[in-house]
């Protein structure tokens, strides 16, 4: 295949040899690999960024509990505060995107619909952070979806090169890869190189490695949702640090072995089985008592 990609060398080699952006590439090499036209393929991510929209939508407005009440109604509460900003020490962009990443995390705790981009507990980071940003710069239905088609082609790096299961990789494989993958969407939105959105992911998936799972009673809900919301503050700041220059002294591709290595050494109580961390702790305790769940000390 033409536009077959494993790398992040190999998509640095093909923007440079196509003179393309990485979201051509992307979007190219998932219609040879799918066997789809071009337009098809455009149009599957067009009803991805519309079903990502609808959760933001119903998640600002909503101010409905999930079933064990540990979450719901803070994305509205965002939305609020947005409204007296000057309050905040963040900015509008910022405040909006995790207000939008919330929204996503709580309708998916409230059985809502979600894309899961990569995965569902780490949903939340490339909506609220490409939506926000896209507000901020009138970027268009188009550039914005330019832009998921460069995270996802930073998702498939991570999921071929170590892992975007919780399960396996612990939370570095699904906030850490979100965060990866919405610092280098939003890098090209910003007319960034193909080399400064690799340096962003770089930098947001670093600050992520080893990052346990380790959620209340096995629930997507505490601590995810809000992991989601700071994760869109890390993909700003490593997209900020990129455009201005800065580089990442390691490259993605060791970046994400490194991700691969963390998670064959990581205690498997902190891969999703609720037996590490925050579910232990005695709050995480009351919830698994609750659900009837084995308490772990
Ligand atoms: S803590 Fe676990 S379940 Fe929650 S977002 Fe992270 S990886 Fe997903």
């Keep these: 295949m033409k536009y077959e990609f494993h790398t992040t060398q190999d998509v640095l080699r093909l923007c440079k040899k196509h003179n393309l952006p990485i979201s051509e590439i992307a979007k190219k090499y998932e219609a040879e690999r799918a066997g789809k036209s071009i337009p098809?393929?455009?149009?599957?991510?067009?009803?991805?960024?519309?079903v990502m929209y609808e959760a933001v939508r119903a998640g600002v407005k909503s101010t409905h509990k999930s079933k064990m009440g540990m979450v719901g109604g803070d994305a509205y509460l965002l939305g609020v505060a947005l409204k007296?900003?000057?309050t905040m020490m963040g900015n509008k962009v910022t405040v909006r995107a995790m207000a939008y990443a919330i929204?996503?995390?709580?309708?998916?705790?409230?059985?809502?619909?979600?894309v899961a981009f990569p995965t569902a507990g780490g949903a939340g980071v490339v909506p609220g952070t490409l939506f926000s940003c896209a507000e901020h710069f009138k970027a268009g239905k188009r550039k914005l979806l330019r832009s998921m088609f460069c995270s996802s082609a930073v998702g498939l790096i991570i999921a071929e090169g170590a892992t975007l299961s919780a399960a396996k990789g612990g939370c570095q494989a699904e906030v850490g890869a979100g965060v990866a993958m919405a610092a280098a969407g939003l890098t090209e939105m910003r007319s960034g190189t193909p080399e400064q959105c690799f340096h962003a992911a770089s930098i947001g998936l670093k600050s992520y490695l080893g990052l346990a799972c380790d959620p209340l009673g096995g629930l997507v809900e505490v601590p995810c949702i809000k992991r989601n919301a700071l994760g869109c503050m890390s993909a700003i700041g490593a997209s900020d640090l990129a455009i201005a220059g800065v580089k990442s002294y390691i490259?993605?591709?060791?970046?994400?072995?490194?991700?691969?290595?963390?998670?064959?050494?990581?205690?498997?109580?902190?891969?999703?089985?609720?037996?590490?961390?925050?579910?232990?702790?005695?709050?995480?305790?009351?919830?698994?008592?609750?659900?009837?769940?084995?308490?772990?000390?």
């Design 103 to 114: 929204a996503v995390g709580e309708q998916n705790a409230n059985m809502g619909r979600i």
């Design 251 to 297: 490259p993605f591709d060791e970046v994400v072995w490194a991700m691969k290595n963390i998670a064959k050494i990581m205690s498997p109580k902190l891969r999703e089985t609720a037996l590490g961390g925050l579910a232990v702790t005695p709050t995480g305790n009351k919830i698994k008592k609750k659900l009837g769940m084995r308490i772990t000390k």
């Design 84 to 86: 007296k900003v000057g």
């Design 40 to 50: 098809a393929v455009r149009n599957k991510m067009k009803q991805t960024r519309d």
